[in-house]
């Protein structure tokens, strides 16, 4: 499967993502998971994103154009992949078709998760990351049995420092401005499945039977 997820931050884009990589040998690539791990190795790429990641903004398309160039022309693309968190502004949209017609290849479609606004800040706001594996917990619908504690990797589980009330506004706004615009980009495109739905077995169901 080629497929785009978007959503806003909080839609379940990263959930949806590691569910469908159960059904094929398709891969998810998380932009936002790049960036962290760069940022985390104190990488020239992760000195060049941070300031922006902290503050909610987003970091440059040249960047990330650099990043998803590489990416998608690694062995492991050939199978399919579920980009989750990119494209997030209409010139990487521009800049990935040009690129996926330079590569000959077509994507299976740009999947909107559509959740409501209320339910998204309060997801967000007890939402907690690993900061070894990236296991995504919630500490009311889903906790780890040792707090703070990984129950994957045994690695530290914090709150991701752009998901304090400051931030999860600001790239709640980032989002309506730069990237809600391209549900009408990829409907243009004949490529637009949009789902609403919380449940993440619900989306789920509606791509494998959309799609497949
Ligand atoms: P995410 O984990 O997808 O919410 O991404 C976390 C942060 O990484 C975002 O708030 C941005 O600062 C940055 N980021 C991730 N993907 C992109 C992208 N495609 N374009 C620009 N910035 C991005």
Redesign the pocket.
């Known amino acids: 499967m080629k497929l785009i997820l978007l959503g806003a931050?909080g839609a379940g884009k990263g959930t949806v993502a590691k569910l469908l990589t159960k059904l094929d040998d398709s891969v998810q690539i998380?932009?936002?998971?790049i960036?962290r791990s760069a940022v985390a190795a104190g990488t020239e790429l992760g000195k060049q994103?941070q300031s922006?990641?902290r503050a909610?903004?987003?970091?440059s398309d040249d960047l990330?154009m650099s990043i998803m160039e590489e990416r998608l022309q690694e062995d492991d693309c050939k199978s399919g992949y579920l980009l989750d968190?990119?494209?997030?502004?209409i010139p990487?949209a521009e800049a990935l078709k040009k690129l996926l017609d330079r590569m000959g290849e077509k994507l299976d479609a740009a999947v909107e998760i559509d959740v409501a606004r209320d339910v998204i800040l309060e997801r967000l706001t007890t939402r907690r990351t690993c900061t070894g594996c990236g296991a995504i917990y919630n500490i009311k619908s889903n906790p780890t049995k040792i707090d703070g504690v990984c129950d994957k990797c045994g690695e530290s589980v914090v709150q991701r420092d752009?998901e304090n009330e400051k931030a999860i506004s600001n790239?709640l706004n980032v989002y309506n401005d730069q990237t809600a615009p391209l549900v009408s980009f990829y409907k243009n495109e004949g490529l637009l499945l949009s789902i609403n739905a919380t449940s993440s077995d619900t989306v789920i169901n509606i791509i494998k039977e959309k799609i497949n």
């Open positions: 931050p998380s932009t936002g998971d960036l994103a922006a990641m909610g903004d987003l970091v990330i968190g990119f494209p997030r502004t990487q752009d790239r």
